[in-house]
C-alpha cells in the first residue's frame, strides 16, 4: 500500500512539473520572425573605420571607451577585421584584437561570419546601411548582439532614435543598449 502512495505522490509532481515546465516553454520565448538584413552591401564602401556608438555590453569589451573597428578588403575577397579601444578612460591603455570575416551571403554581402580565433567564429549581420555608409548597425540572427556604428565619433540623437525604433520593430531589446564614450 505504502509503495502505492508513493507511485502516486511521484505521478503527480511528475505531472505537476511537466506541466509546470510546458508552461515555461511556451511563455518564456516568444516566436520571432528571422532577423532581416540590408538587401546589399558593397564591401569595398563598407570598409575603412567604424566608430561604436551604442552597443549590447559583452564580456569582451568591459572597460572599453573609444571603440573602432577598422576593416580592410583582401586580395582573397576575406576582410581583415582590427578592433581597438581604451581600457577605463579616453588615457588608458590600448587593447586591440586583429580577426578575419568573410561573407556567408553572396546575394546580400550582409551575413557574415568574423573570426579572432580560429576555428571559432560568429554571426555579423549587417541589419540596417546608411545610404552613404554613414552608419550601420551589425546584429546577430538571435538578436544576443547588438552594434551601432558610424563613420564619425559622433551620431545625430534624431538618426539614433529612429535606429532605436527600426530596432525594435526587429523585435531587439533596444532598453539594453548602453552608448559607448568617444573622443570627440
Known amino acids: 500500500m505504502a509503495m502505492k502512495g508513493s507511485f502516486r505522490l511521484a505521478w503527480v509532481l511528475a505531472s505537476g512539473l511537466a506541466w509546470a515546465c510546458l508552461g515555461c516553454a511556451s511563455g518564456a520565448r516568444q516566436s520571432v520572425p528571422p532577423l532581416q538584413v ?3 552591401v558593397d564591401l569595398s564602401r563598407y570598409t575603412g573605420t567604424w566608430y561604436e556608438i551604442a552597443s549590447f555590453p559583452q564580456r569582451f569589451q568591459k572597460g572599453c571607451v573609444a571603440t573602432c573597428a577598422t576593416y580592410t578588403l583582401l ?26 570575416a568573410w561573407v556567408v551571403d553572396a546575394t546580400t554581402n550582409a551575413k557574415l561570419k568574423v573570426s579572432f580565433y580560429w576555428p571559432f567564429s560568429g554571426d555579423y549581420w549587417i541589419i540596417d546601411l546608411g545610404a552613404d555608409y554613414e552608419y550601420a548597425v551589425v546584429g546577430h540572427p538571435g538578436r544576443k548582439y547588438l552594434w551601432i556604428l558610424s563613420r564619425t565619433p559622433e551620431m545625430d540623437e534624431a538618426l539614433y532614435n529612429r535606429l532605436l ?13 548602453v552608448k559607448t564614450p568617444q573622443m570627440r
Not at 75 to 99: A, H, L, T, W, Y
Open 75 to 100: 586580395p582573397d575577397g576575406k576582410i581583415e577585421v582590427f578592433n581597438q579601444c581604451r581600457k577605463g578612460s579616453f588615457d588608458g591603455k590600448v587593447s586591440s584584437i586583429r580577426g578575419k
Open 165 to 177: 525604433e527600426k530596432l525594435q520593430g526587429q523585435f531587439y531589446d533596444t532598453s539594453k543598449l
Open 38 to 40: 540590408v538587401p546589399n
